[in-house]
Structures are given as structure tokens and as C-alpha cells.
């Protein structure tokens, strides 16, 4: 089947250590979103491509960047990992700008010791 | 700025109906979407609304008011698994999803 898959589906870091989330589809879509889900807060996004053109939110902070090596892959780097970086991270995927419908990955949830 | 309201808890029991109300303000619009997302995994997708009216789906349909800036999800025929945070979105002038943080629908026996 078809799909967005993220890995691992939980992360335990330390504070400060560096740690990457990665996301792959087999969709063929053209965009890839990354997104920061806090308890019973609405999605944050963080970043998206459409294709190889990265758009990167203004209130993302330094500390988050991003990389997509290819159409199937996008991973998401934590540089130094804060307290307050502990989170869902949604990897989603559509198949251009206009399309209807995002297709969601199961999330990587993060913990921050 | 622009916002997304809906509540944040509504209650329900098996079997009945409810409806999930979501006002928006957006720069510009493409688009309402409305998502389930279970407690620990991810947003799934459950209707799209461009146009004003109604978009029935099964025992879940969407209603969209745009001059109101208003949405509603109804859901029939209440069954347990509907448990869930549903998720109202808008689509800007950008393309850009403008989430709601969610209403959690809790169903009582």
C-alpha cells in the first residue's frame, strides 16, 4: 500500500543532543510537510517542499532544519533539543499544492530528558 | 491574524448526533478541512469543503458557510470509535493549512 511512513515512532533524547526524524512516502507527491503537534494543540508547521523548493515558516526556530535528498524522503534535524521541543512530528504529504487531501505519517513522538 | 475557533470538548452518546461548529478568519481561502485524529496517532482525513453547502459522506457530512466564515461537521449514528480530537483547517490565499487545536468528542454509552 501506498503511504507515509515515519521512523522510529518514539525518540528519547537529552537535552542538547543532537537528534533527526526521518520520513518517507511511496506516493510519488510532489510535497512533504513537517509539522510539531503539542497535547490538545493544533498542528504547527514547521517546514514544507514542494519538490526540491524549501519553504521554511518564519517562526520556525534556527534550532529545527530539514533536508529531503529526494522525492521519497525528508528528514527533520533538532540541532539542540529543548525541553520545550518535546513533541508529536508529523510527517504529511500531498500531491501538489492544490490538492484536497494531506496524507498524514503515524508521527514520531519526542522525548526531551 | 488569523485564527481558527472551535470548542474544545463536546460530550455524546452512542447513537446520536452531533454537530462541531469551527469559525474561521483567514487571509483568503481555498479550502475547509475537517480531520479526526485519534488520541497518539496521527490526523486522518474526513471531508473538504470549497464550495457553500453541504458534503455528505457516509454517516459524516460537512456543511460550509463562506460569507459566514463558518463550518460544521455532523456526525450520525454515534458509535464508540468515534471517540476522537476533529480537526478544522482552512487553506489561505498561500495554500497554506490553518489548523483549529481541536475538538475532543467524547461518546458515553
Known amino acids: 500500500d501506498a503511504m507515509v511512513i515515519q521512523n522510529p515512532r518514539y525518540q528519547v533524547t537529552q537535552f542538547g543532543k543532537p537528534v533527526t526524524l526521518s520520513c518517507s512516502q511511496t506516493?510519488?507527491?510532489?510535497?512533504m510537510y513537517w509539522y510539531q503537534q503539542k497535547s490538545s494543540q493544533a498542528p504547527k508547521l514547521l517546514f514544507h517542499y514542494y519538490d526540491k523548493d524549501f519553504n521554511n515558516e518564519a517562526d520556525t526556530p534556527d534550532n529545527f532544519q530539514s533536508r529531503r535528498p529526494n522525492t521519497s524522503f525528508c528528514f527533520l534535524d533538532i540541532r539542540s533539543p529543548g525541553l520545550g521541543d518535546a513533541a508529536m512530528y508529523l510527517c504529511?504529504?500531498?500531491?501538489?499544492?492544490?490538492?484536497?487531501?494531506?496524507?498524514f505519517g503515524p508521527g514520531t513522538r519526542l522525548t526531551v530528558l | 491574524g488569523q485564527n481558527i475557533d472551535q470548542p474544545t470538548e463536546m460530550t455524546a452518546t452512542e447513537g446520536a448526533i452531533v454537530q462541531i461548529n469551527c469559525t474561521y478568519q483567514?487571509?483568503?481561502?481555498?479550502?475547509l478541512f475537517w480531520y479526526q485524529q485519534h488520541a497518539g496517532e496521527a490526523p486522518t482525513f474526513l471531508s473538504y469543503n470549497v464550495l457553500d453547502g453541504l458534503e455528505e459522506k457516509g454517516r459524516f457530512s460537512s456543511f460550509l458557510s463562506r460569507s459566514k466564515g463558518y463550518s460544521y461537521l455532523l456526525l450520525k449514528e454515534l458509535q464508540m470509535k468515534d471517540s476522537a480530537s476533529y480537526l478544522c483547517a482552512v487553506r489561505d490565499s498561500n495554500y497554506q493549512l490553518i489548523w483549529g487545536a481541536g475538538t475532543k468528542l467524547i461518546i458515553k454509552p
Open positions: 483567514t487571509s483568503g481561502f481555498n479550502g
Open positions: 506516493l510519488n507527491h510532489n510535497v
Open positions: 504529511a504529504t500531498s500531491r501538489d499544492r492544490e490538492a484536497a487531501e494531506q496524507f
